[in-house]
């Protein structure tokens, strides 16, 4: 006899062996998952203890208003200068991808001034705005002379707010009193 004749002549004439097999099947699949759900949790605690910080909820460009909320890691993958505090209107000082967590080194307080970074100034420089962004690296030109590396901490209708180191800044002061500052894109330092 054929082996799937038999098999449903075997089941036609006693249905148990046929709901005794739906029951070890659906015994079978429960062990499998209640192991894998052990697993899970098995991984889960080898990391350690869970600890609450500030992540980006989006991608975010240097200048822009932090969009972060709170999520529980691992601690292992805590940061050691993870931030404490979110306010709003915090800025990012560089770029931060979205799902990230939030460092001090980060965050500032709102506007400009919070980008300049620490004994640089900042100049109103007349410039093709479109061509720039907060947060690009420039270089910073007089006529022919190479000034100083720059950084633009803001972008206005017609002129970009540039910070450059404080030893180069009563140069670049008398280049816009002659109107003569060009400034170049450059790759970050």
Same mark, same amino acid.
């Given at each position: 006899?054929?082996?799937?004749? =038999?098999?449903?002549?075997?089941?036609?004439?006693?249905?148990?062996?046929?709901?005794? $097999?739906?029951?070890? %099947?659906?015994?079978?699949?429960?062990?499998?998952?209640?192991?894998?759900?052990?697993?899970?949790?098995?991984?889960?605690?080898? =990391?350690?203890?869970?600890?609450?910080?500030?992540? $980006?909820?989006?991608?975010?460009?240097?200048?822009?208003?932090?969009?972060?909320?709170?999520?529980?890691?691992?601690?292992?993958?805590?940061?050691?200068?993870?931030?404490?505090?979110?306010?709003?209107?915090?800025?990012?000082?560089?770029?931060?991808?979205?799902?990230?967590?939030?460092?001090?080194?980060?965050? $500032?307080?709102?506007?400009?001034?919070?980008?300049?970074?620490?004994? =640089?100034?900042?100049?109103?420089?007349?410039?093709?705005?479109?061509?720039?962004?907060?947060?690009?690296?420039?270089?910073?030109?007089?006529?022919?002379?190479?000034?100083?590396?720059?950084?633009?901490?803001?972008?206005?209708?017609?002129?970009?707010?540039?910070?450059?180191?404080?030893?180069?800044?009563?140069?670049?002061?008398?280049? %816009?009193?002659?109107?003569?500052?060009?400034?170049?894109? $450059?790759?970050?330092?």
């Amino acid at each position: 006899m054929h082996q799937l004749a =038999w098999i449903r002549l075997m089941v036609a004439r006693h249905p148990w062996v046929y709901w005794l $097999t739906i029951a070890a %099947l659906a015994a079978l699949i429960a062990l499998g998952a209640q192991r894998a759900v052990a697993g899970v949790d098995a991984q889960r605690r080898s =990391w350690g203890r869970q600890q609450s910080v500030w992540m $980006t909820t989006t991608a975010i460009e240097p200048g822009q208003v932090i969009a972060a909320g709170r999520n529980e890691v691992p601690a292992a993958v805590v940061p050691v200068d993870a931030a404490d505090e979110v306010h709003a209107g915090m800025v990012a000082r560089q770029q931060i991808g979205a799902g990230e967590i939030v460092t001090k080194g980060d965050i $500032t307080a709102a506007g400009a001034a919070g980008l300049i970074p620490t004994g =640089w100034s900042a100049f109103a420089v007349p410039a093709s705005v479109e061509h720039f962004a907060t947060g690009d690296h420039v270089g910073v030109y007089a006529g022919d002379q190479y000034l100083s590396p720059g950084l633009v901490v803001a972008a206005g209708d017609s002129d970009l707010m540039v910070a450059v180191p404080a030893e180069s800044a009563p140069a670049l002061a008398a280049s %816009l009193l002659a109107n003569a500052v060009t400034l170049a894109l $450059t790759p970050g330092p």
